[in-house]
């Protein structure tokens, strides 16, 4: 039976309790809601834990004495191997039913911007059902390489680049807490298991003997660092007007001297412009079906054209004039016959 350190013992019964008590809470919210309270299984979850360092000072009191006729370690590892995969094929199953990446329908109509980072992600994922049925496949195949001890560590390899891309995108796009914790319990798991191979990996991983002649590796290095610089020196950059690329909100608009305002979600009244990359500029009236997308230029003083191209490239250009002004943007010129004048508050 293996030896094991107090320390050894409380970190595999903290990650088996860690494991184990997010897994149940997962899915006990999920599918024990109809027998159990929801605060019961969050109980239960966290005496999960509990027990998990209760048992790291058992089994040590027992090893000192003499008396153990369990074998923790091996136990608990499958424990963990166990928890991990049934995890894991519920996340494949739950994404070939479509019980994952789930958007309500009426949030997909709104605009792209008010999606909160969560719904953003879930919406992106949700478009390609073959795309989302592949992680199931590889996240279950993962999990039965990791029931089996003889194909573990294949099994944490293919894993390993799911669960760092998850927790990161947990992370970056600010899903909920208890979400993120989840992703990073069953990467610990992960890492745990690819810990005592950690020496044969790298020395798989590492190739000692040069392919090349030494000599021949630094005329190879040149195109590595010449064509990224050469490149990086040709590169301009299509913010050519930082200081106004923004999103804008029309306010103060008059129409040939005459204020005009926004009485309902119905009036054609030009409400918002956005000044974008490669002198993009989109003029749009109250709604996304209702825009006009062209290119302008700034002149001297001011001065400002734009040449519409959608949706009709034989509209005539907008001429007139752009200033900053202390509040935001003021855009006065003709469009249609008619003068334009309004104030811009940019959006944040």
């Known amino acids: 039976m293996k030896q ?76 963990i191997a166990v928890v991990v995969a049934t995890d894991l094929i519920m996340f494949g199953i739950q994404k070939f039913l479509g019980l994952q990446m789930i958007v309500p329908l009426g949030l997909l109509d709104t605009p792209f911007s008010s999606f909160s980072g969560e719904n953003l992600v879930w ?24 029931f089996y001890p003889k194909t573990r560590l294949l099994g944490c390899m293919l894993a390993l680049p799911m669960f760092v891309f998850i927790l ?27 810990l005592p191979h950690s020496k044969r990996l790298l020395f798989a991983l590492w190739v000692d003997k040069p392919l090349i002649k030494p000599s021949q590796f630094w005329l190879w290095t040149v195109p590595l660092i010449v064509v ?31 204020q005009v305002t926004v009485k309902s979600s119905a009036d054609s009244v030009l409400t918002h412009i956005y000044f974008d ?15 006009r997308i062209g290119r302008y230029k700034l002149g001297n003083e001011g001065k400002i054209s734009i040449v519409w191209r959608y949706p009709n490239s034989k509209s005539p250009a ?8 202390k509040e935001g943007l003021k855009l006065n010129g003709m469009m249609d016959g008619q003068y334009y004048d309004m104030l811009l508050i940019r959006s944040k």
Not at 10 to 17: Q, S, V, Y
Not at 123 to 138: E, G
Not at 169 to 177: G, L, S, V
Not at 318 to 325: A, I, N, Q, Y
Request: proline letters at 3%; aromatic letters at 16%.
């Open 277 to 291: 990359l490669d002198d993009d500029v989109v003029f749009r009236w109250n709604d996304y079906r209702r825009q």
């Open 123 to 146: 919406a992106f994922f949700r478009y390609s059902y073959a795309f989302i049925s592949v992680i199931a496949l590889m996240q279950i195949i993962s999990a039965l390489l990791l």
């Open 168 to 194: 990161l995108i947990d992370f970056f796009y600010e899903m909920p807490m208890g979400v993120m914790l989840h992703g990073a319990i069953l990467l610990t798991a992960i890492f745990y298991f690819l």
């Open 318 to 325: 907008f001429v007139g004039k752009l200033e900053v002004v």
């Open 228 to 258: 990224p610089i050469f490149c990086m020196f040709q590169l301009q950059h299509p913010d050519k007007h930082p200081g106004i690329t923004a999103k804008y909100a029309v306010s103060d608009l008059k129409i040939d001297k005459k």
């Open 4 to 79: 094991t350190s107090f320390s050894q013992k409380l970190t595999l019964c903290l990650i088996a309790g860690l494991v184990t008590g997010a897994t149940f809470r997962r899915l006990g919210s999920k599918y024990l809601i109809n027998y159990l309270p929801l605060d019961v299984v969050y109980i239960l979850a966290y005496i999960v834990l509990l027990l998990g360092i209760l048992l790291a000072f058992v089994w040590h009191h027992q090893d000192k004495a003499k008396r153990i006729n369990l074998d923790y370690y091996n136990g608990l590892r499958q424990l």
